[in-house]
């Protein structure tokens, strides 16, 4: 390495990780009103039911919020720089060389695709297609389609509903009629339920894929794949199986960006599918927060010089914040903040570490839809100055700075801050 720069010397090691816990907003958004959600805050509000004593369960989780290894990222003064008011989470010392701040999406929808493509650089200013709350909620010609095209007897829901709701609603038909169960939200989405054994779980993955097709038209971001078990309302069960199509990116995001220069993406969890696989180079998945974080783990092992380790923990969001799970949601992130110094043991010089979060999912809030919340963006990068990142424009800024400190050239869209934290940016 004779005569080179620092900042060739920094990027011949650099390695990436982005961590994205699925809907840990942390409230402020300036739009939320918007979208119907304001003063929604999904980091406040279940802070503040814990220490309450309004999300105590038996044999979960008591008391105050206890999530000290993000509080030592900066977790409490990154919700601050979103929402202006204090959090008590505890007094845990900020750890040398951690960042801290929040961003705000540009995005038009707080769905999960406009969240990571964002995150990778990749704002999503087109509006997408939605289905109305009504029923049916499909148009004729779709539902005629999907029944011709996908070979089926039928379909049953077609409505908006919660994912374990019409799955106790419509199961024991499902299993007489072979009919799938098919569903929407507020977001831009078209879901299927079918059982694993009756329908056949490579049948649904065919017929998703025949679905992805016949929305294209309609700007509808994703066909998910929910396969579920059991034998009645009471046992139905779904399954680590499930699958997101997506619409593919309309321009390269971070992610294209790395793979065509030659360096690897992993992606753990649903990322390969929220970017049509785009960009990836491995996928890695499990089922739960706690196998998954597993598995991103082996990737840091793994990754190499110039990688990006890209990982969605997407129990928070699936199992707990639609949910309304206050609970549950508290101590899924007490058992993430626990294990969260195995990833810090594994970043070495060179590194750099992001967790952020998509949207917000406001387990206090009413309805079973996500929130319009800002996000925190904290993380370390052993050698930096770190300190406040304040709050960022767009999640876009997240992106350019895992591409700046990879040695990749600007994007269009978004600034890195890797500058401001006393990275060897490129401008330096």
């Keep these: 390495m004779s005569g080179c720069s620092d900042w060739q010397r920094w990027h011949s090691m650099a390695r990436a990780f982005l961590f994205v816990l699925d809907s840990f907003g942390i409230g402020g958004a300036a739009d939320a009103e918007r979208y119907g959600d304001a003063g929604a805050d999904t980091f406040g509000h279940i802070a503040r039911a814990c220490a309450e004593g309004r999300a105590d369960r038996e044999g979960l989780r008591e008391g105050p919020l206890s999530v000290p290894n993000m509080v030592s990222l900066g977790l409490a003064r990154a919700a601050h720089a979103a929402t202006g008011q204090a959090i008590d989470i505890g007094g845990t010392p900020l750890l040398a060389s951690s960042f801290h701040g929040a961003a705000q999406e ?9 969240g990571h493509w964002e995150i990778a650089g990749l704002p999503v200013r087109f509006d997408w297609g939605y289905f109305p709350d009504t029923v049916p909620a499909f148009p004729a010609a779709l539902t005629e389609a999907i029944i011709r095209e996908g070979k089926v007897a039928g379909i049953l829901g077609n ?7 019409i799955i ?49 038209p309609l700007k509808i971001g994703r066909v998910i794949a929910r396969p579920f078990v059991g034998e009645t309302p009471a046992t139905f069960q779904r399954t680590h199986n499930r699958r997101d199509y997506a619409v593919p990116p309309p321009e390269p995001t971070l992610l294209d960006r790395l793979t065509e220069r030659g360096s690897k993406v992993i992606a753990v969890g649903k990322i390969g599918d929220i970017f049509a696989h785009r960009g990836i180079s491995e996928v890695r998945k499990a089922g739960g927060n706690m196998a998954m974080l597993d598995k991103a783990l082996g990737a840091m092992d793994d990754a190499g010089e110039g990688d990006l380790v890209f990982a969605n923990f997407v129990d928070f969001d699936t199992e707990f914040g639609h949910r309304r799970d206050v609970a549950g949601y508290a101590g899924a992130l007490e058992a993430f903040d626990h294990r969260l110094p195995e990833a810090l043991s594994r970043i070495r010089p060179g590194d750099l570490l992001i ?5 917000g999912n406001d387990p206090t809030w009413r309805g079973t839809d996500h929130t319009r919340e800002r996000v925190p963006v904290i993380g370390i990068g052993p050698g930096l100055r770190g300190g406040d990142i304040g709050l960022r424009p767009t ?27 006393g990275g060897h940016a490129r401008t330096a």
């Design 106 to 114: 540009v995005s038009s929808g707080k769905d999960t695709p406009s």
């Design 355 to 359: 967790l952020t979060a998509d949207h």
């Design 395 to 421: 999640f876009a800024d997240i992106g350019e700075t895992v591409a700046d400190h990879l040695g990749l050239a600007p994007g269009r869209h978004g600034t890195s801050f890797l500058a401001a934290i």
């Design 159 to 165: 409505c908006h509903a919660p994912g374990t709701g």
């Design 168 to 216: 106790e609603r419509f199961g024991e038909e499902h299993i007489r009629t072979g009919k799938p169960i098919c569903y929407t939200s507020v977001d831009s989405v078209l879901q299927i339920a079918a059982h694993e054994a009756y329908f056949g779980l490579e049948r649904l993955y065919e017929l998703c894929l025949t679905v992805r097709r016949l929305v294209d």
